[in-house]
Nanobody
């Protein structure tokens, strides 16, 4: 069972990145899928989650209108499109899965975690 996040990198403020998280060893269909992030010296925080049906999405206030979460069941992958990036978005981004139809809560509710991908936004 593995979640593999990718797509991080260095980008200038105002730029865009798309993160991907591919699952192996299990199907994401039955899991709510989330992105969290952790900046240096800060706690891990929820960024966005998408329900099993894909009909429900939740976002942190700080990213609403700029980030979009989506999933491709055929590819067993979840994405995070990040636009209008700001230096405050700099963090390690983690994908995670929770065996709920819908989840928007603290990190300890997740069942599986990816290793994280670093996003650095320069000013």
């Amino acid at each position: 069972v593995q979640l593999q996040a990718s797509g991080g990198g260095l980008v200038q403020a105002g730029g865009s990145l798309r993160l991907s998280c591919a699952a192996s060893g299990f199907t994401l269909d039955y899991y709510a899928k989330c992105w969290f992030r952790q900046a240096p010296g800060k706690e891990r925080e929820g960024v966005s989650c998408i329900s099993t049906s894909g009909d429900n999405t939740d976002y942190a206030d700080s990213v609403k209108g700029r980030f979009t979460i989506s999933r491709d069941n055929a590819k067993n992958t979840v994405y995070l499109q990040m636009n209008s990036l700001k230096p405050d978005d700099t963090a390690v981004y983690y994908c995670a899965a929770a065996l709920y139809a819908r989840y928007w809560g603290p990190p300890d509710g997740m069942d599986y975690w990816g290793k994280g991908t670093l996003v650095t936004v320069s000013s």
